[in-house]
């Protein structure tokens, strides 16, 4: 597995994955789906959806968690190279390239949701479509919005939660860097993986403990959840780092093993299937089962990315001109479908039917997607390379290195 090529497939699989996020909001809309998704049915349709690969194409929250792999995987690449580096440019590039689509398209929903929502339910819809646009922006939430908080946010677009994570840890992964390049991969994936778990037990404790203000509290809580998301970003950075080893044993492996490894990613990935694990409802064990069942579907991310960095049959299906393309648009993508999402529920099912109007989401979000990466992320993209060449002088540029 080479740390500087075939990233083309990771992208296609990026705008696969925003794709299954966009279905799972849309089917979430309906009572069926929505009640499967909190205990699962056993009607044989929803047990064929929950327990086999097809579960792939509604695994909306294991396709976030993608993210995170892939976004350490990327983001390591440049340390692991050992590149020159200057923090006050990689900053400056990771902000533009978060937070200005992020603030356009949160001005454009809170600005379509004070226009237009009636701050009503659909009563044939379920909460996942209407604790969204369901009451006034608040200044808290304004202000939260602006700094990426992540307070309130499902109101306007719950999509963005994801967001406030990755910005916060892009901000840090230069120093968890320092600790992934200089320790071998064993130790730096125990030492990331506990000392980030720790961290998000402890600040739970304190929120839970200590309550302060809502907003306060959510906050706590939100920087608990960075900690753990951090994990993923840890386990994306050590692949990277493994890479060559991986290669190696990926491409010794006969074709039926490496089918049998797809498989078993597929299994490990659904995370529907691994909720039948008992940890138990309530209490510490729980807790406990649900970070370990997130890792275990991490695992499957990881051995779903280097079958897909060693395998040319699939990355010739994943390097196909139409994937790419969503590969893409991916992040825009994951932006505004919750914005068509709302449009059609509220509106486009006063022309047609309700279902056909949610069915139609990704009809529209496809092409407007197309044109908010076109004058939206790449202007970000380039302002971020600007920005930072203006504002980091020569002399600036290898004020850290990593070796």
């Not at 009503?120 to 479509?129: G, H």
């Not at 706590?220 to 493994?242: E, P, R």
Request: with cysteine; hydrophobic share 50%; aromatic share 12%.
């Amino acid at each position: 597995m080479s740390k500087t090529k075939r990233i083309d497939s990771l992208d296609s699989i990026r705008g696969i994955a925003s794709i299954v996020v966009m279905i799972y909001h849309c089917v979430l809309c309906f009572f069926v789906f929505y009640t499967n998704n909190i205990e699962p049915s056993t009607n044989i349709f929803l047990k064929v959806l929950n327990y086999t690969p097809f579960h792939l194409v509604i695994a909306g929250t294991e396709s976030v968690l993608l993210f995170f792999v892939l976004s350490g995987f990327v983001l390591s690449l440049p340390f692991l190279n050992k590149k020159p580096y200057s923090y006050k440019s990689y900053a400056l590039q990771r902000f533009c390239r978060i937070y200005i689509p992020y603030i356009f398209v949160m001005v454009l929903s809170s600005t379509l949701m004070i226009l237009l929502s009636d701050y009503q339910p659909i009563t044939e819809l379920t909460d996942a479509f209407n604790h969204r646009w369901e009451h006034p922006l608040t200044i808290e939430a304004v202000f939260s919005y602006i700094l990426m908080l992540g307070y309130d946010v499902n109101n306007v677009n719950g999509a963005t939660w994801s967001l406030v994570h990755e910005m916060r840890i892009s901000l840090i992964f230069p120093l968890l860097m320092l600790i992934i390049v200089r320790l071998n991969w064993i130790k730096s994936l125990l030492l990331g993986l506990g000392s980030m778990a720790f961290l998000w037990v402890l600040t739970k404790a304190i929120a839970q403990k200590i309550f302060i203000s809502e907003p306060i509290n959510y906050l706590l809580n939100s920087i608990g959840d960075t900690f753990f998301y951090c994990t993923f970003f840890i386990m994306g950075a050590v692949l990277a780092k493994c890479s060559h080893q991986v290669s190696k044993k990926i491409k010794k492996l006969k074709l039926n093993h490496k089918i049998i490894l797809l498989a078993l990613s597929f299994l490990l990935i659904n995370k529907t299937l691994l909720n039948l694990i008992p940890f138990g409802q309530d209490g510490i064990l729980s807790v406990l089962g649900s970070l370990i069942i997130q890792w275990i579907v991490a695992l499957g991310i990881i051995i779903l990315f280097s079958l897909v960095l060693n395998s040319k049959r699939i990355e010739a299906f994943l390097t196909k001109k139409s994937l790419l393309w969503v590969g893409k648009i991916s992040y825009s993508i994951y932006l505004i479908h919750p914005v068509i999402i709302m449009l059609c529920g509220k509106f486009l099912s006063k022309l047609i039917p309700l279902p056909v109007a949610i069915c139609l989401v990704p009809v529209f979000t496809l092409p407007i997607a197309s044109l908010m990466y076109k004058y939206i992320e790449v202007v970000s993209i380039k302002l971020g390379k600007d920005f930072s060449v203006k504002k980091v002088s020569k002399s600036e540029q290898p004020k850290i290195k990593v070796s």
